[in-house]
């Protein structure tokens, strides 16, 4: 009787200790999952509320990206544009230009036959400017050429020279150029189609409105202006300049000196007598009233000295 309740109790304080475990594991299961379920409920609501963030951006946070550094949100798709760009422009970008300066026999002759074979290369001439001295006929003038034609026209122009005083060809590499500029001007694409999008959907009140169209206009500026200076280039690659100058020179001519014989000498001695005369008697000619003042004040002069 003594051990019966005893062993009974024991095992009651057993289970009681098992249900106790068993509690607090179901109690961790449970704050666990809560745990789980509070964590995914966070990150929905902040991916909504980041992209209710990016729809309704601001006006004012709508900025210009400096030139060749791209935005956050376009680094990417820059990074891409220039790395196109690099393989667009992977031929290298060369403007040439050509000076030649000719001694022909005849200027007029050799321009005209220059302006002939230039039509046959699809360029043309400009600048053009003739000086005509007593020693020298120079023609000097600018060949726009097409950059695949450049060396055979210079070619074919030195062969209408008797000699060649000069031949030079300077060359230009613009291709980093033209990356730059084609990149600078998609950044600014890129900031312009932002600025458009929040025109359209985001400006309500009129500052918004007029702020939004002077950074457009400003921007529209600067893709203007890099877009005339990547014609500018295209132009000057594409044309290449040949500079030349003709000269012809003129023979000098000695005058004979003759020798004067004595009658020329006494010629010229009498003519030269005879014009003396002339001015002396123009003299009193016209002073002839001066001298009569003279006169009358002897007269008079010799009047008082006799009284």
Partial sequence: ???????WCKNKFVTVILKHKIMKVYLKEI????LIASILFLTIVSCSNSSA???NIPISEVYEVP???PSKETSKESKKSVINSG?????????????LKLKVKNVKETTKRIKGITEGFNAYIANLKYVNTSYQKENTFKIKVPKEYFDVLLDSISNYAD???QETIN???VTEQFVDVTSRLETKLQVKERYESVLRKQAKTVEEIIYAEEKLGSIQEEIEAAQGKLKYLSDRVAFSSINVILYEEIPYKEVKIQQKTFWSKSKKGFSFGWNLLESIVLVFVHSWSIL???????LLYRNRKRV
């Fill in 292 to 298: 009569l003042l003279v006169i009358v004040g002897i």
């Fill in 163 to 165: 000699i060649i005083d």
């Fill in 31 to 34: 704050e666990f999952r809560k």
């Fill in 1 to 7: 009787m003594f051990y019966k309740p005893m062993f």
């Fill in 53 to 55: 963030y990016k729809e």
């Fill in 67 to 69: 030139d060749g550094l």
């Fill in 87 to 99: 393989q667009k422009f992977n031929q290298l970008k060369i403007i040439k230009t050509g000076t």
């Fill in 171 to 173: 060359t230009q590499d």
